[in-house]
């Protein structure tokens, strides 16, 4: 398995308000992968994202040899270490009055024994590439996603809507928070894709499963991250994306 991830300020942000974090443990074989895409104020955003992934990745890597290691109880693991970090968020913020309303979208992808787990919350998103055909396997807590749910403007309608970029539901901004936990399998030949919205923005679904298909090195998160910018890169990007041909 390899993985390539790259991130980029894009061409109108003065700031880079993403995070990621990647951690692969072969003494334990828990493989955990973190991308959160921080929102609020100057510094607001910044501080979001790094206090998600840190405090996902410390409450994962703790805990994870004192639990069982069978379907719910990893789930139930990620669940705990996003609490653990709205906590942590939501506590900043109600402590700094110029860090109030912070907040971040947090994508966990954790892999263990060739099985995937996921906790996702905002419009951050994992893809899966299989047999020729891209799924995308999280669901946007967007305003336009609902929209798009409920009949009410169609997938090429939302990349043009002018609240396209306002979430439902984000990490921090809450005392309590409810992650959409995800279970699936990991095939030999899968092409897992994680990345923040300055990506999904710019490009095409059609466009990024064309050069993840077409480039097999670590020139793929170049590539993607290039072409975003190329269309406008109106906002921070950044690609993780784990390859097992």
């Known amino acids: 398995m390899k ?10 942000r003065s700031m880079n308000q993403d995070s990621f974090l990647i951690s692969e443990n072969q003494d334990n074989g828990l493989n955990l992968y973190i991308l959160a895409d921080g929102m609020g104020g100057y510094k607001g955003g910044e501080i979001a994202s790094k206090v998600a992934v840190k405090a996902v990745s410390k409450y994962i890597t703790e805990k994870f040899d004192e639990i069982s290691k069978d379907k719910q109880s990893i789930l139930d693991l990620l669940e705990e270490s996003i609490e ?11 402590e700094d009055e110029e860090l109030q309303d912070m907040g971040t979208t947090l994508e966990v992808l954790l892999i263990y024994k060739r099985k995937i787990y996921i906790g996702h919350i905002g419009d951050s998103r994992i893809y899966r590439i299989r047999k020729n055909r891209m799924k995308k396997i999280t669901t946007d807590h967007s305003y336009v996603e609902k929209l798009i749910q409920d009949g009410e403007i169609t997938r090429e309608e939302s990349y043009h809507h002018p609240k396209k970029n306002l979430l439902m ?36 679904e059609e466009k990024i499963f064309d050069i993840v298909k077409e480039n097999n090195s670590d020139d793929v998160t170049n590539v993607l991250i290039d072409e975003a910018n190329n269309a406008g890169g109106l906002d921070n990007i950044t690609v993780i994306v784990i390859d097992n041909r």
């Open 84 to 94: 653990f970090a709205n906590s942590a968020i939501y506590e900043e913020s109600e």
């Open 3 to 12: 993985v390539f991830t790259k991130t980029d300020v894009g061409m109108v």
């Open 169 to 204: 539901k984000a990490l921090g901004t809450d005392e309590t928070v409810e992650p959409d936990l995800i279970y699936t399998v990991l095939n030999k030949n899968d092409i897992l894709i994680i990345c923040s919205d300055g990506l999904t923005n710019m490009v095409r």
